[in-house]
């Protein structure tokens, strides 16, 4: 049975969605960002790493790992550390275009790795909405501090790439993946 390396809601859901039978074992892995590091090889370590680490504990089963970060310019924007912080983030991206990457690894007898590229540009956000918005507590513990799936789809005025990979999920990638080792879902 397939095993995924997340504690993530939205990751399971996407799974569950597509009709892929699974169970979660979370990995437990230092997520620093390294000195100099890209936010496409972070998000290629983290996934990796994370399916790797579950892995290591369950080796007769396949894993899935995945990592995503959104990024300002080359600056990641992780999870907010408190309402500053995600008010910050999220008048940071006010008005501009970010990027959301999600990397995807799945390990086996060997590590199969995807990267999912998005482009998301929000609309001008007022600081009385970006308040407004943490005060839902949605943003508590999501990367760039929103969700694309919640209330902040009223921030965003264009997305260009996967909306399942901006969740933390690229279904294409991931099921192109998972039909190589024969797991299918309900397509």
């Known amino acids: 049975m397939l095993i995924l390396a997340s504690q993530s809601p939205r990751r399971a859901e996407l799974l569950r969605q597509v009709g892929i039978d699974f169970r979660i074992e979370p990995a437990a892995i230092d997520e620093h960002q390294q000195p100099g590091e890209s936010a496409e090889d972070y998000v290629h370590r983290m996934a990796c790493a994370k399916a790797a680490a579950v892995h290591n504990r369950y080796a007769d089963s396949p894993v899935l790992g995945a990592d995503t970060a959104v990024v300002?310019?080359?600056?990641?924007?992780?999870?907010?550390?408190?309402?500053?912080?995600?008010?910050?983030?999220?008048?940071?991206?006010?008005?501009?275009?970010?990027?959301?990457?999600?990397?995807?690894?799945?390990?086996?007898?060997?590590?199969?790795?995807?990267?999912?590229?998005?482009?998301?540009?929000?609309?001008?956000?007022?600081?009385?909405?970006?308040?407004?918005?943490?005060?839902?507590?949605?943003?508590?513990?999501?990367?760039?501090?929103?969700a694309i799936q919640g209330i902040a789809a009223a921030f965003i005025e264009h997305i260009e790439g996967s909306y399942s990979g901006i969740m933390g999920l690229p279904l294409f990638e991931t099921l192109q993946m998972l039909q190589v080792i024969g797991v299918r879902g309900h397509v």
């Open 72 to 146: 300002l310019g080359d600056r990641i924007l992780g999870k907010p550390r408190d309402r500053n912080d995600a008010v910050a983030m999220l008048l940071a991206l006010s008005g501009n275009t970010h990027r959301v990457l999600t990397g995807v690894a799945l390990v086996t007898h060997a590590t199969d790795y995807r990267l999912s590229t998005s482009r998301v540009r929000f609309r001008a956000i007022e600081p009385a909405e970006a308040t407004a918005y943490w005060e839902t507590g949605e943003p508590v513990d999501k990367a760039g501090g929103y």
